[in-house]
């Protein structure tokens, strides 16, 4: 309710004390409702007649005419004529010095406002909710608002009692100075105990809040009104569709619509334009259209901001015929077209190259003597300048100033971007300077304008002299300025200048976008500096800038194409290679990617609703119970803390497994302070914790399929470091394949880019580990030992996703040795015990892999003839061989004939046989003399023999060599 409404309640309260006294007066000529009032001259001269009779009116008919000027805002003729009415003797009334501080607040002479309440305070009138309610306004409309509330304090200090209003404009005060939580926080201070809260209060909140875009949290206070049965009204409700159409929401915003259709609170012009605007900014002018046509069906006529923003809509999706149709349409409707229409009209056209249109359009208005404003001459001044009709222009220029409306930072700088296309350098720069000579400062993009101009214009010396005048103002350049500059020192073949602001970007605050890197990266291929280039194409990737800049690379391979040839077959192999891998749905690591996303989904799931269960149930659980699972079962089995008793402590313990824990549990029930719970709170808390359990079992049961994947694509890095942190760095690379790939350095820092990328930047400490911190080696570390054991670790990471990404074995040997290594590594770091080489663990390794293999051979042996055996014998100390010294192949090789084969394996065997030979002279003792002379024994022996009995002699003959290899080293 605004104060002049106010004020006429309160006048009509007092009206019926002055009624039987005007009906019984004899004086004819007084009347009890004065003539209207019509103007000011009519009130002033009505006062004069009034005041001028021989028996004075009653005080009452003074303050009607007092508070006509005060509608009027003439407030200095209603104090004026106030303080004639006391020079004349008549003593003003409660309403009449309301009037004056009413006045005296619209005035902004606040200390004259209270200095009338201290008047009637001292005349003995009690003041009244109108007296404080005007004075708490005045010192919010002055922007006094923690005076407002300090004299709030003092009001309920000394008794007085305030109503809804006075809270209403309190708190549309706090929301005004942008203290939406205080506002919230008065709301809840006065709802119950000092008045009832009302749907002005909350409406004002919510359009704060609104305006702020903390829209949810204005959705939240509408909830709490219709729990509260407060109706909202269609204030309430256009505000909240306003704030759900600013971020975007209009499927919420239609909902609010047809929600308050369906309570029949009709919407108002100004609710259907809220969409209308919505939708055609978002470009679905159909949709607006038809709003359009539910607003007529629902009888409210469209005004001129509906039409004029369906109008800007069409020319936002290029549909200029349609926005003519709308403005004809307007006039057989009876609406009238405004300044606000033309100019959308001729920005339009201007955008859409029609400038004689809007030409004729600013004639019309001309016509109809209508003024445009500095938006309509600026639009049309910036389509004139894109058209190369610069005469006209000045034109406009002088018109503006002949009218009073000089042009603003937005006019000059659409000049001088005309000047400067149209290359009128020097002009361009003249109005640029007659600018600042009228005291109108440039803005940034006016300098940025001025210098693309200069820069394409070839005046690049012109041009660095305005950017150094900038950086010396102190101006916060943007990434155009920057772009605009290096752009025209690439052109003029200065590299190294661009390359130079490049980097002085940063220290300035600016970061350089895909276009500054394109820029300069194009220039450096076009010098043939392309390790420059590269260097700067790799600066884009690690900035995430490289989607961007495909075209550009792609233009730069056609430049270079003949030269580079091999080059870039190379590059699109690897490109093609890597696509390949990312995009094969069927790759087994796809799965275990998934896995570990679904894990940690499921985790961040589980706390969530944990914290749910953990608001309603005991406060004290907590510390009785950390897993998630058992405090869900425990909340679900409590329900009603209150009917927690000892008889329930067996039930308990079969829960948490712990007597004495279930014993904690039930003293902390009878403890506990928490809150009542309603039976609504209570089925929440049943349906939390029911969530809670049936989650943990499936994370459960996907933990246990993650180890088992791990186990078959990655055993060995499993086996290092564990299937969860292996997941995870898998994952992060993206496949097993690009994790094999990596180097150990990278390989450490995996997960930590951009740490890492910021500590390049500002040349800070790097991390020392990423995702491999998880691991408990890392953890077990001291402090000073954790980043040794990091590159340790990601070195063994290296070498264990290499073999199981291209070995093939399916074994976890090497992860077990691998993590041997690394244990053996913690205890030098901590006992100083040497470990072992890296070398002697690896051939340990192999021999244990090749025993495996070798016992099970040996399990299942095939029985075959003299011959057989004898080629079954050749070929296994061939492998054997191979192990030793892998042989190499290429594509496309003819295979050897069969007896080339023949003789190859027999010289391969007599040569074994004399390596065991000297390898006895060398070192062997008499022991192992008899030993080997019973190998060879048995190998003659081995042509007549079983299958069996040749493996074996095999496998000694293996072992005695690998041991007189071990005595020579």
Not at 143 to 153: N, R, S, T, Y
Request: charged share 25%; proline share 2%.
């Amino acid at each position: 309710m605004s104060f002049s409404r106010r004020l006429r309640f309160s006048v009509s309260l007092s009206i019926p004390n002055f009624s039987s006294f005007l009906q019984n007066s004899s004086h004819s000529h007084f009347h009890s409702q004065p003539p209207s009032i019509q103007n000011v001259d009519d009130a002033v001269s009505q006062f004069n007649r009034m005041l001028c009779m021989r028996h004075t009116p009653p005080i009452i008919q003074f303050n009607k005419i007092l508070d006509s000027f005060a509608k009027m805002k003439h407030y200095s003729t209603a104090v004026s004529l106030s303080h004639r009415l006391e020079l004349k003797g008549i003593q003003p009334d409660l309403i009449t010095l309301n009037i004056l501080i009413n006045c005296f607040c619209h005035m902004g002479q606040i200390t004259f406002g209270f200095s009338v309440l201290a008047k009637i305070l001292k005349r003995g009138y009690p003041p009244d909710t109108v007296t404080l309610n005007t004075l708490i306004k005045g010192l919010c409309l002055k922007g006094q608002v923690k005076k407002a509330l300090h004299f709030h304090d003092k009001l309920l200090a000394q008794g007085f009692q305030l109503n809804q209003v006075s809270y209403a404009t309190l708190i549309n005060g706090v929301c005004k100075i942008g203290d939406t939580r205080g506002a919230i926080k008065l709301l809840r201070k006065i709802d119950g105990r000092l008045t009832k809260p009302n749907v002005e209060m909350y409406s004002t909140i919510i359009d704060a809040l609104c305006k702020y875009q903390l829209v949810s949290e204005a959705y939240g206070l509408f909830s709490e009104m219709t729990v509260k049965g407060i109706s909202a009204d269609v204030v309430t409700y256009s505000t909240l569709i306003y704030g759900f159409c600013i971020e975007g929401k209009l499927k919420e915003a239609i909902g609010l619509l047809n929600e308050m259709v369906l309570k029949t609170i009709n919407p108002n012009v100004y609710t259907y334009n809220i969409l209308v605007d919505a939708l055609c900014k978002e470009g679905k002018v159909k949709e607006a259209k038809s709003v359009l046509a539910v607003m007529l069906k629902a009888c409210v006529k469209p005004d001129v901001i509906t039409y004029s923003t369906l109008m800007d809509g069409y020319f936002l999706v290029y549909e200029v015929k349609k926005a003519q149709h709308v403005f004809n349409a307007m006039s057989l409707m009876g609406v009238t077209p405004d300044v606000h229409t033309y100019t959308i009209l001729i920005n339009g056209f201007c955008k859409n190259k029609m400038v004689d249109e809007a030409l004729n359009l600013f004639k019309e208005m001309h016509q109809k003597n209508m003024v445009p404003g500095i938006v309509t001459y600026s639009s049309l001044i910036d389509g004139l300048c894109k058209s190369g009709r610069i005469p006209y222009v000045w034109d406009l220029i002088d018109e503006m100033r002949d009218r009073g409306q000089p042009a603003d930072v937005i006019t000059y700088s659409s000049l001088i971007d005309g000047l400067c296309k149209n290359g009128h350098l020097d002009r361009a720069i003249a109005l640029f300077n007659k600018m600042k000579d009228q005291e109108i400062r440039p803005n940034i993009f006016t300098f940025t304008i001025l210098l693309d101009g200069l820069c394409k214009g070839g005046r690049l010396k012109d041009a660095q002299e305005v950017f150094q005048d900038l950086l010396t103002k102190g101006y916060h350049l943007n990434v155009y300025t920057y772009n605009v500059m290096i752009n025209g020192h690439c052109k003029q073949g200065l590299l190294e200048e661009a390359l130079t602001m490049l980097s002085k970007m940063e220290d300035n605050g600016c970061i350089p976008n895909a276009f500054t890197f394109e820029t300069i990266i194009i220039a450096l291929f076009k010098k043939d500096e392309n390790d420059k280039a590269e260097k700067l194409l790799r600066q884009m990737i690690a900035r995430g800038l490289f989607n961007e800049f495909d075209s550009e690379l792609l233009r730069g391979v056609r430049l270079h194409f003949d030269r580079d040839l091999e080059k870039a077959q190379l590059g699109l192999g690897h490109s093609y290679s890597r696509a390949k891998v990312k995009f094969n749905v069927n790759r087994a690591d796809n799965i275990v990617i998934q896995a570990i996303f679904l894990l940690d989904t499921l985790d961040k799931d589980i706390n969530s609703f944990s914290m749910r269960v953990r608001w309603f149930v005991l406060d004290k659980l907590l510390k009785i119970i950390n897993d998630n699972y058992l405090y869900a079962k425990v909340a679900k089995f409590i329900e009603d803390k209150s009917k927690l008793s000892e008889d329930k402590i067996a039930a308990v313990t079969d829960i948490v497994r712990d007597e004495d824990k279930a014993k904690e549990i039930v003293e902390a029930a009878k403890a506990s302070m928490g809150q009542y719970l309603s039976p609504v709170d209570l089925i929440n808390v049943q349906q939390f914790a029911q969530r809670v359990m049936d989650l943990s079992k499936y994370r459960r049961k996907l933990y246990d399929y993650l180890v088992a994947k791990m186990n078959d694509i990655a055993l060995n890095l499993a086996s290092l470091i564990g299937e969860v942190v292996g997941a995870r760095l898998i994952s992060h690379a993206g496949s097993l394949t690009n994790l094999a790939k990596c180097p150990s350095s990278t390989l450490q820092i995996l997960g930590t880019e951009k740490a890492l990328f910021r500590a390049l930047k500002t040349r800070g400490h790097t991390p020392k580990y990423g995702l491999i911190f998880h691991s408990s080696f890392i953890g077990r570390a001291s402090a000073k030992n954790k980043g040794p054991i990091a590159r340790y670790l990601a070195n063994k990471c290296s070498i264990a996703s290499l073999i199981d990404c291209f070995s093939g074995l399916g074994t976890t040997t090497f992860g077990e040795k691998l993590r041997e290594q690394v244990e053996e590594r913690l205890d030098f770091y901590d006992k100083g015990v040497a470990p072992r080489k890296n070398i002697d663990v690896m051939k340990l390794a192999i021999e244990s892999v090749e025993n495996k293999d070798t016992a099970m051979e040996i399990e299942a042996p095939v029985e075959v003839s003299g011959k057989k055996a004898k080629k079954k014998h050749t070929a296994v100390v061939t492998d054997d061989m191979a192990v030793d010294k892998p042989t190499e192949t290429t594509n496309g090789d003819a295979l050897e004939d069969h007896k080339s084969e023949k003789k190859k394996r027999k010289k391969e065997k007599r040569k074994l046989d004399t390596e065991n030979d000297q390898a006895m002279d060398d070192g062997a003792n008499g022991v192992e003399s008899e030993q080997d002379g019973a190998v060879k024994k048995k190998k003659k022996k081995d042509k007549k023999g079983d299958n069996g009995e040749v493996l074996v002699a095999a496998i000694e003959t293996k072992k005695k060599k690998n041991k007189s290899k071990n005595r020579d080293t």
